[in-house]
């Protein structure tokens, strides 16, 4: 099956920056993408190029067949977008906002009711449903601009930092009708810097930095991609023989063992929950006790540390654009 | 159609949001009736002088709301709401058009019930001739929205379009015969009615007291002004339309 988004080259240059470089990628219907990265990554303008906001400079992209460059039109009507700062008229009330959305996104008065109705309630804004927006906090406009696309529920819904100013029970919920969203049919792009909410969320993760596109797979192949990204740390009972240390060493698994005292091994490796019992089995043929067993795996940002050099907070100090 | 009027909609609705300016536009038009008009039509040798006022400064009035359109796109700018915009599921040409039917028909919506109020003052003699007029001045005001569109897009800078707009408002409105017949203005400096002969306000205003049977100082007859107006109102809403739908991508606002 062709993807529902595929981008060629494509490439937003705002004089002497590249903004976005040379970008290719492919995303499948139904999967939620994430695209992580540091503020001043590319992450927006390249959302903004594909929603049809701004036009690129060199490359192109497919929306569901429709070319964004020669049909524009054609490919709005299958994307939508929930930006990264609410676009909302100050003098409007939040249910003004959302039903002239919903209007304009075609919806029949009867859906337009129930959908607008429905995200108000699940988004905690039903009892300020007639504030307006100047009215509101930080967090709330967030929250309107999330439920515009959750009631145009579009073919491809794109989701620029959606949890951002969301308090910890808001971003959860966020989450799970994003999740809501996908299993009706949406294809989500999710553009975010938050480690944990890539992770989460995402079937696939796009890494970008300085406007590329660094490395993109699911999450668990991206962690495993370091090597020697998991670390297992075993105490046991006694000092550990040289040769034991060597024919741990020599399993593919493993890329360093060092040992901590006199009675820890911190074990390097890839995939550390295929290489756990072989380690524990030749600690139990050696007859050496083991006490206790810890595992750490790596995170994203360990992922993004590792292609780029930098975490993620690092690159946002140095990134041009803030 | 329907995406277009949806357009339309937010725009008569946002135009009505402004609730404080619209009230100190109107409490400004019912001042100039009710105490310049009133006032200077004993000064001055015109006569029905406040008849003449009366219906002029409802023209004005028409033409300073329908440019407030231009003044949205700019608030819309600062908000990140054109982004928005671009990003519905809305060509651009059906955006545009609907921006400048919207700015247009606010103000008249707004200025039917000021324009009420005056013809009770002064009364209707042909109500035949003034729902020519009344049609006429309709696509006036959807002209002056074109106008400001075509500007607003064509500077995109908040500060430049409100200094120049308001050394237009100066200019248009004192360069027509809004305020005074066009005989006098011959008499203070030719240039200035020759101007006047090419003003849109010059032709509205002829054409509201024309409707209203005001026709002691009509420099041009009703049809030579509703060919002005139609002209006004095609070309400037066309214009208004293609800087709307091509220059609205790109950013640069200021």
Not at chain 1, 173 to 197: F, H, P
């Amino acid at each position: 099956m062709a993807p529902i988004i595929e981008i060629k080259n494509l490439t937003k240059k705002f004089g002497n920056l590249i903004a976005v470089d040379h970008l290719n990628l492919s995303i499948e219907e139904g999967e939620i993408f994430g695209l992580l990265g540091p503020n001043g990554a590319g992450k927006t303008t390249t959302l903004l190029m594909l929603t049809t906001v701004i036009k690129p400079s060199e490359g192109t992209a497919t929306i569901g067949g429709y070319d964004i460059r020669t049909e524009p039109d054609k490919a709005r009507k299958l994307i939508g977008i929930s930006f990264q700062d609410p676009k909302l008229l100050w003098v409007d009330t939040i249910m003004d906002v959302l039903n002239w959305h919903a209007k304009v996104c075609g919806l029949s008065r009867l859906e337009r009711k129930t959908r607008v109705e429905w995200a108000l309630k699940e988004l905690g804004l039903w009892e300020a449903r007639r504030k307006k927006i100047h009215s509101l906090s930080g967090g709330m406009r967030k929250r309107v601009e999330v439920a515009k696309i959750l009631i145009q529920r579009p073919k491809i819904a794109v989701v620029d930092e959606p949890t951002a100013q969301i308090d910890v029970v808001g971003k959860h919920r966020i989450w799970n009708m994003i999740r809501a969203l996908r299993d009706e049919g949406s294809t989500i792009i999710l553009a975010t810097n938050e480690l944990y909410e890539a992770d989460e969320l995402s079937d696939r993760v796009g890494i970008m930095h300085k406007g590329k596109l660094l490395v993109c797979d699911t999450p668990e192949k991206l962690k495993d991609s370091i090597p020697g990204g998991d670390v297992v740390e075993v105490r046991i009972e006694r000092d550990p023989p040289s040769h034991v240390i060597k024919r741990l060493e020599s399993f593919d698994e493993i890329v360093k063992v060092s040992t901590i005292g006199s009675n820890s091994l911190r074990i390097h490796l890839n995939r550390a929950e295929e290489a756990l019992p072989k380690i524990m089995e030749t600690l139990f043929n050696e007859k050496i006790p083991v006490s206790s067993v810890n595992i750490t795996q790596p995170s994203l940002d360990d992922v993004f540390l590792h292609y780029t050099g930098l975490t993620i907070e690092e690159a946002e100090k140095l990134s041009p654009v803030r | 159609m329907r995406e277009i009027l949806y357009v339309v909609e937010r725009d008569v609705k946002m135009f009505l949001n402004h609730k404080i300016l619209l009230f100190m536009r109107a409490l400004w038009f019912v001042a100039q009736i009710s105490l310049f008009g009133l006032i200077a039509s004993r000064m001055v040798v015109v006569p029905n002088y406040f008849e003449y006022y009366a219906a002029g400064i409802t023209i004005t009035i028409l033409y300073s709301t329908a440019v407030f359109i231009g003044y949205d796109i700019y608030e819309e700018a600062e908000h990140g709401i054109v982004e928005y915009l671009l990003s519905l599921p809305i060509s651009r040409k059906k955006l545009a058009i609907g921006r400048s039917i919207g700015g247009g028909l606010r103000s008249f919506i707004y200025v039917a019930p000021l324009m009420g109020i005056v013809l009770a003052l002064i009364g209707i003699r042909n109500p035949i001739n003034f729902l020519l007029a009344f049609v006429s001045l309709f696509l006036f005001a959807f002209g002056v929205a074109g106008m400001s569109i075509t500007i607003a897009m064509g500077i995109k800078s908040a500060d430049k379009f409100d200094i120049l707009m308001g050394a237009l408002d100066a200019l248009i409105v004192r360069l027509s015969t809004v305020m005074y017949p066009k005989v006098f203005m011959q008499q203070a400096n030719l240039l200035y009615s020759e101007i006047a002969n090419f003003n849109p306000l010059t032709f509205a205003s002829e054409l509201l007291r024309w409707g209203a049977g005001i026709e002691q100082y009509l420099t041009f007859g009703p049809i030579t002004s509703v060919l002005v107006i139609i002209s006004f109102f095609s070309l400037f809403t066309l214009i208004g339309i293609i800087f709307y739908e091509r220059r609205l991508e790109g950013g640069g606002w200021q």
